[in-house]
């Protein structure tokens, strides 16, 4: 496969050389948002303001030959920029070592040779299905960091089907070709020929030779999704199963240096109703499932996985579920959510939406204490409020705000392993709540 993968690029190479340039089209995109958060006992508070900015040339050449180059910067405002301090005169704020990224850059090759395939060769966006494993994270929450692959994505494209076949180079340390490295392989197809609905297939390999729970993690994952609208009736679903193993685990990680295996499922699903009356509200509920590991006896995610079994792992999601308890460095795992919400259109250029999201741990932690010292752990993560509202100023500049409420429940204090894809607690109170509060604006070009 990466033999393959090295002929492949040496042929996009060599047909770039012969096609001429026919267009060059500038794109970017500018988005900022400013977050406040607030518990009632000044546990969590923070407020900070952050941008992302997307600057992009696409040049189209001669027999479907493009080439794509885009630069990105995050940063959180008032820190790592150049300014004036009033004080001293001296600023140390400035940290160029990670100021603007080459966040794309790729050659493509699109119908080679008539046939439907296409070759995509460089760093690259990889998005597929609704991103719930495979996503970019820019989602509409924050931490809009963005996610690029350096890869090979080989496709094919018919009436009713496609298939894409990726490579990619997550981590190099410059010895053999994938030893001490990480390295990503998927094969995803979606078949098409049902009109508005699409279901897809795919299959992925983590191999990570990276020393960092342990001495090396080999991690599959199998999973179907089926997605579209039948009338005013839209609906997602998909599932998962992942397995593997973790070899040598750390003893801070386990009791001893052992494997850890993988073998957990993931279910998403959700479905809504969409009135044909004014405002076009739209109803919908949805449950997820991620599977949690086996407990270990005594409390702290390094004592969890007594019997060697690790929990579900979202890999790369674009998805997330709360404001507080999930985002992309979180990733909440070992979990029940159920949400419901109803969402409309007040306006042509308006959409509110209201949705309510109660968590539940799948593998709780153990009991503590014994006789009338007893401590039963609650499953019981809590629930969430949010009420989101979007406004199309134009047709390239967009404002957002929004307000989520966590309410505490038992299960938040208890030590239940949810963080990190199910190793980490949340280590935090039941007695309090949570807000947060947001205001965003983006353009686009």
């Excluded at 009736?233 to 240096?257: H, K, N, T």
């Excluded at 705000?401 to 030590?415: C, T």
Aim: net charge negative; with cysteine; charged share 20%.
């Amino acid at each position: 496969m990466r033999w393959f993968s090295l002929f492949l690029i040496a042929i996009v190479i060599s047909g770039v050389a012969v096609a001429e340039l026919q267009n060059v089209e500038v794109n970017g995109k500018i988005r900022i948002r400013g977050n406040v958060y607030v518990s009632d006992n000044e546990w969590a508070d923070a407020s900070y303001v952050e941008q992302r900015t997307r600057l992009g040339v696409k040049a189209d050449f001669t027999d479907n030959v493009q080439a794509v180059i885009e630069v990105d910067s995050y940063d959180v405002w008032g820190e790592d920029f150049r300014s004036a301090a009033y004080l001293t005169g001296v600023d140390s704020r400035a940290n160029s070592s990670n100021d603007v990224e080459m966040f794309q850059s790729y050659i493509k090759a699109s119908d080679m040779y008539g046939t439907g395939m296409s070759l995509t060769v460089g760093r690259q966006e990889l998005a597929f299905g609704n991103q719930w494993l495979f996503g970019v994270n820019d989602n509409g929450s924050s931490g809009f960091t963005g996610l690029s692959w350096d890869a090979v994505n080989l496709g094919y494209t018919s009436d009713t089907f496609k298939i894409n076949a990726v490579w990619a180079k997550m981590a190099e340390n410059f010895t053999d070709f994938s030893k001490g490295d990480v390295d990503l392989y998927l094969l995803y197809a979606s078949y098409t020929g049902l009109e508005d609905i699409t279901i897809d297939a795919y299959a992925s390999y983590v191999e990570d030779d990276v020393p960092t729970i342990g001495q090396g993690t080999d991690l599959y994952t199998i999973g179907l999704r089926g997605a579209g609208k039948i009338g005013a009736i839209d609906f997602e679903s998909e599932v998962a199963y992942q397995f593997g193993e973790i070899e040598d685990v750390y003893p801070r990680f386990l009791r001893s240096a052992d494997n850890a295996d993988y073998d957990a499922w993931g279910i998403n699903l959700e479905g809504g109703y969409t009135l044909d009356v004014t405002w076009s509200p739209r109803i919908f509920a949805g449950f997820t499932w991620f599977e949690g590991g086996d407990n270990g006896d005594d409390h702290g995610w390094w004592h969890r996985h007594n019997n060697n079994d690790l929990g579900f792992n979202r890999l790369f999601t674009n998805v997330e579920y709360s404001e507080f308890i999930d985002d992309t460095t979180l990733q909440l795992s070992n979990a029940f959510i159920y949400h419901l919400g109803v969402s409309a259109a007040p306006t042509e250029n308006l959409c509110v939406k209201l949705v309510g999201t109660y968590f539940q741990a799948d593998s709780e932690s153990e009991d503590t204490g014994c006789l009338w010292w007893h401590h039963s752990a609650s499953g019981d993560l809590g629930w969430e409020l949010g009420l989101y509202g979007d406004y199309k100023y134009t047709e390239d500049l967009i404002f957002r705000a929004g307000w989520a409420h966590f309410f505490s429940g038992n299960g938040i204090e208890d030590g239940n392993p949810v963080l990190l894809n199910g190793l980490a607690g949340l280590g935090a109170d039941d007695n309090h709540d949570f807000d947060y509060l947001f205001l965003e604006t983006e353009i686009k070009f």
